[in-house]
């Protein structure tokens, strides 16, 4: 029997799941929606009664032509001549199961760490069940729980080995964010053959229904993954030569951005949006993003002036953006300042995807998991790094959140997770000015939402103007300082749009100071 690990579903009897249905009768309702295996779980009857209920159960998935495998016990496993088992780190060693099990029985292991996986590769194990991927009721060590950039790892390790081990994810895995979680976990060279999933369909009330749509988001990628167009290029000047026309896409396009910004800047990022092009909405209220991401605009996240209601607005306009595939950037303003915001880039990150993250050095070591520095307010502080180890930071980010990264300063990396750039336009007026750093990331948003099928050329548009339109301001000789600056700004980028509704790109040649990063 070829083992499909596409949509795995582990059985649980509990009363609090199950209710008062029959379990057998829930698990061929969603072998009917299109369940490709089936683990038999239960932790509490005795021996006597899990055999009963295993042989139904393998009435039934035999008659569905799927396998079943019991969880840690061979000698039910045995007694019913199911197809295979799963065991845990603490169960029946592997060599030990296939000393009593038949040749062709199947073993799945559980593996949380590089180390564990490796040892069950070595083992002999038919495939590896991963995670936890997310918390949930009935997974109380947290140490387990180890998210798509944990998983990530654990597939770059089999693929060093050389292993085809089948594996699947599993821990907290629902519709809302199966996509994401097997798209964000593919490393480079292995990816996940499935998803282990649990209440998402046994708690379910229409249990073959929740697994045909799940069956259905499993074959298919993220709405937010996008095709590039077939005429993108990676080589950098060719990259740069298109910014002026994505300009003037974006002026004609007049995308909507929806922010969900710090009060402390909203005025001044509001003006800077309308200057460009685009139409701002200042909403923290996430239902509201039901409607708004109808409209194919973008979403900024930028946790600023956090509140205790803060994150689960945010995470429901992720979610509401995510699902319609429409751009979401974050900006995790002071992600190091305090441990509550900590917990919040853990949460944000755990919660939905972002398409663009936009922070200073210190925010982005944060949300890599790389600092151990507390930021003092939303400054980015000293720098630790130099410019080789900003530009691998930023690629090491988003190649691990399969996304673009632009680490903001004196000189700006900007990475896919493959190339780096570094941008070094711009004026230290910038960073004299509250909220020019906030307004940056809602201008990303723009065009990400005028450009979606090339996000790394979208960002560098962004990017290009805004710094540029910086430059031109700092020029003015009625500029003085600070204050004066911030109006002439806006003046700038207004200037850059009416130009570039024109086409002239008189404002951008020979302006840009892009290189490219080599890290090799």
């Known amino acids: 029997m070829k083992l499909d690990l596409s949509v795995y579903l582990v059985t649980d009897s509990t009363p609090a799941i199950l209710r008062d249905r029959d379990l057998c009768v829930v698990v061929e309702e969603a072998l009917k929606g299109g369940v490709t295996v089936v683990q038999y779980r239960d932790k509490k009857s005795d021996t006597g009664a899990q055999i009963e209920i295993a042989r139904r159960l393998h009435q039934i998935t035999q008659a569905y032509g799927v396998p079943l495998i019991i969880n840690d016990r061979v000698d039910v496993a045995l007694a019913v001549g199911a197809e295979g088992v799963h065991l845990g780190q ?30 069950a590769v070595a083992a002999g194990a038919d495939y590896l069940g991963i995670g936890t991927m997310f918390a949930t009721p009935t997974k109380t060590n947290t140490k387990s729980i180890i998210g798509t950039t944990g998983t990530q790892a654990i597939l770059e390790a089999i693929a060093d080995s050389g292993s085809s081990v089948g594996t699947v994810c599993i821990g907290g895995i ?32 229409d249990p073959k229904a929740a697994a045909a749509n799940l069956a259905q988001l499993i074959a298919t990628p993220p709405p937010f993954v996008r095709n590039l167009d077939a005429s993108a290029s990676s080589d950098t000047a060719t990259l740069v030569e298109s910014v002026p026309g994505i300009v003037q896409k974006l002026v004609q396009v007049h995308p909507l951005v929806h922010n969900m910004i710090n009060f402390v800047v ?45 994150p689960p607005e945010y995470l429901k306009a992720i979610q509401a953006y995510n699902q319609r595939g429409n751009p979401v950037v974050y900006d995790p303003v002071g992600a190091g300042a305090t441990g509550i915001r900590r917990g919040v880039v853990k949460q944000l990150m755990a919660g939905g995807y972002f398409d663009l993250i936009k922070g200073n050095e210190g925010e ?68 004299q000015v509250t909220g020019t750093g906030c307004a940056l ?24 103007m805004y710094e540029i339109a910086a430059e031109n301001a700092a020029a003015k000789e009625y500029v003085r ?26 404002w951008f040649v020979g302006r840009a100071k892009v290189s490219e990063v080599s890290l090799e």
Do not use: W
């Open 90 to 119: 603490d169960d029946m060693l592997i060599s030990e199961a296939k000393k009593l099990l038949p040749k062709d029985a199947i073993i799945g292991i559980s593996a949380s760490s590089i180390e564990e996986a490796q040892a």
């Open 481 to 506: 300082g600070p204050g004066s600056f911030a109006t002439a700004f806006i003046d700038e980028l207004y200037a850059i749009r009416e130009a570039a509704l024109k086409g002239n790109d008189g």
């Open 174 to 205: 629902n519709a809302s964010n199966v996509q994401r979680v097997l798209y964000q976990s593919e490393s480079p060279r292995k990816r996940l053959d499935g998803a282990a999933i649990v209440s998402a369909i046994m708690a379910a009330e």
């Open 266 to 310: 909203a005025n001044f990022v509001a003006n800077v949006t309308l200057a460009i092009g685009a139409s701002p909405i200042m909403s923290p209220y996430g239902d509201e993003a039901t409607d708004l991401c109808q409209f194919d605009g973008a979403l900024v996240i930028n946790m600023g002036t956090l509140t205790a209601q803060s």
């Open 364 to 431: 982005i070591r944060q949300v890599a998991g790389s600092s151990s520095v507390q930021q003092r307010g939303v400054d980015s502080g000293p720098s630790a790094l130099d410019a080789k180890a900003k530009a691998r930071l930023a690629r090491d980010l988003a190649r691990r959140e399969r996304n673009i990264v632009l680490l903001t300063g004196a000189v700006d990396y900007l990475s896919d997770g493959n190339r780096v750039v570094a941008v070094e336009n711009g004026h230290k007026f910038l960073g």
């Open 441 to 464: 990331g809602t201008v990303s948003g723009c065009f990400l939402a005028t450009h979606p099928t090339d996000k790394f050329l979208a960002v560098l548009s962004a990017l290009l």
